[in-house]
């Protein structure tokens, strides 16, 4: 592979990266020009527009691996999940002679010419601005040996015993709770599984909520290998193997990417020089993952192992697993006929998180005498809640939805029906800048609850082509009530040093 220096926050581009910037540039001109020839003559040149969009993604992937797809993997990876979620499906469908412009997911729909004009507008400058966004922006400096501010010394050693015990016992937690849920749904059908809470112990659930949330402390703080492996491995248990059993492949494939990008960043991989012989490795690895995919669809489904070609492997998962870009479609097509306003919905998660937590209605329900626990998918849950996720699926086939059945979120979707075209571009570029200062984590840094942090917005970032912006809220909440039970241990063990030594 062709080599790139990184000097102070700026890319030295080589040839072949030159050569893809300029590109990367010329998609840009031609789909203004394809979007005025439409615009002003009225002709259809949605076609064009379709096949630029993608011409654009191949040529931003091309472009990170020109200039060293392990500095930039971080971005490579949000990329994948891009495509996966969003692209895979129309391009096979497409290759396979099918229509461009018709959705299938959930609901068929055919847009409109305008309609679909709006659509890959979106898609194309979604993709555009999250590029512009990281290249531009420089990395973040972390200071390495700085401790966190406000708070008593206390040494890493004993910072990890602290977060180990925790660890250990929402590990316990988790692992009860998941297991429950595996237990009372495997006879059921991954759309019935919607239709049900299982109850669980408060104690083992509120355990399984500060589960992730101990994760990334204990990730945080410069566990040794030994422990980092530990670590993972539980981690990938609980948050991702367990869930194949309930049909969850997408939180599957996210705890696969997080860990990656994490072990990339422990072994200091991201400094050290890409090769072909990395490629290959990279490329070997995807395909297994794929057919790991394939293996959970095919046991979760109980259908056949025989008579499926690697090819027709590949094909089936993109489009099995993407069809999130029908979130788009649909509320292109749908969202005049939403009860309320587009930026009720997007902030929704966020009300949810604050005023409708396990606590919040565990005291309802002790001060008003009724039953305040939460409710599944269904009418009691549109009226409690305005998801965007919820009332898109119930605007476009309410009896699909009262069965089970849903779209699921994209937060293109979300962010075009609450701000329009420009806060979608507006917010691509937002995201490719924080993506940019995600993707320069130091693993050495002493501080901890900023590095955590990290952690759980890359944790999440994954699956923001098939979520909402705001859907991690609520764990957001558990996440910060995990780190101030350890920041205030951590202070009373710090207080209590000091008291010893004075």
């Keep these: 592979m062709y080599n790139c220096a990184i000097k102070s926050g700026k890319i030295v581009n080589n040839t072949a990266s030159s050569i ?47 200039v060293g797809i392990n500095k930039h993997f971080l971005y490579f990876c949000f990329c994948v999940c891009f495509f996966i979620f969003l692209m895979g499906q129309k391009f096979f469908v497409v290759l396979d002679g099918g229509s461009y412009d018709t959705f299938l997911t959930f609901k068929g729909l055919q847009l409109s010419s305008w309609e679909y004009f709006t659509f890959i507008n979106l898609m194309y400058f979604s993709l555009l601005g999250c590029f512009i966004g990281y290249f531009v922006s420089k990395p973040q400096k972390y200071v390495i040996n700085k401790p966190e501010t406000g708070s008593p010394s206390v040494d890493m050693g004993k910072m990890r015993a602290i977060i180990r015990v925790f660890y250990i016992i929402t590990f316990i937690c988790a692992s009860i709770m998941q297991f429950e849920i595996v237990l009372a749904k495997r006879g059921m059908s991954y759309t019935d599984g919607y239709l049900i809470n299982v109850d669980v112990n408060p104690v083992i659930k509120i355990g399984n909520y500060l589960f992730l949330g101990m994760a990334f402390l204990y990730l945080s703080c410069r566990p040794s290998k030994k422990e ?9 248990f609980v948050d991702g193997f367990l869930q194949m059993f309930v049909g969850r492949r997408a939180l599957l494939a996210q705890s696969l990417f997080f860990i990656i990008w994490f072990t990339i960043c422990y072994l200091k991989a991201d400094e050290k020089k890409f090769t072909f012989k990395h490629f290959v490795w990279l490329c070997i690895f995807g395909v297994m993952l794929i057919f790991l995919f394939w293996i959970v669809e095919v046991i979760r489904s109980g259908s056949s192992f025989d008579g499926t070609s690697f090819l027709g492997i590949i094909e089936n998962f993109c489009i099995s697993t993407g069809g999130s870009d029908s979130t788009i479609a649909n509320i292109i097509h749908y969202g005049d006929e939403f009860p309320k306003e587009g930026y009720v919905y997007y902030f929704s998660p966020i009300k949810d998180a604050l005023f409708d937590n396990v606590v919040v209605r565990q005291f309802t329900s002790i001060l008003t005498g009724t039953d305040s626990a939460s409710v599944a998918q269904g009418l009691e849950y549109l009226g409690r809640h305005d998801s965007f996720a919820h009332w898109l699926s119930y605007t476009v086939n309410s009896d699909l939805y009262l069965k089970g059945y849903g779209m699921g979120s994209s937060y293109i979707a979300e962010t075009y029906f609450a701000f329009g075209t420009l806060g979608v571009v507006i917010f691509n570029l937002i995201l490719g800048f924080l993506i940019r200062k995600l993707s320069t984590f130091k693993n050495e840094s002493n501080r901890i609850y900023l590095k955590a942090t990290c952690l759980f917005v890359v944790h999440n970032l994954f699956v923001l082509p098939r979520g909402g912006v705001f859907s991690s809220a609520t764990d957001f909440l558990y996440f910060a009530v995990a780190l101030l039970i350890i920041k205030v241990i951590s202070s009373l063990a710090g207080s209590k040093k000091e008291v010893l030594r004075s």
């Design 228 to 236: 980092m492996i530990a670590i993972i491995v539980s981690f990938m």
């Design 20 to 66: 893809l910037q300029f590109a990367i540039c010329l998609t840009f001109v031609f789909h203004l020009l394809i979007c005025s020839v439409g615009i002003f003559t009225g002709y259809s040149t949605n076609f064009f527009a379709y096949v630029n969009t993608y011409v654009l993604f191949f040529l931003i992937v091309l472009y990170l691996f020109s």
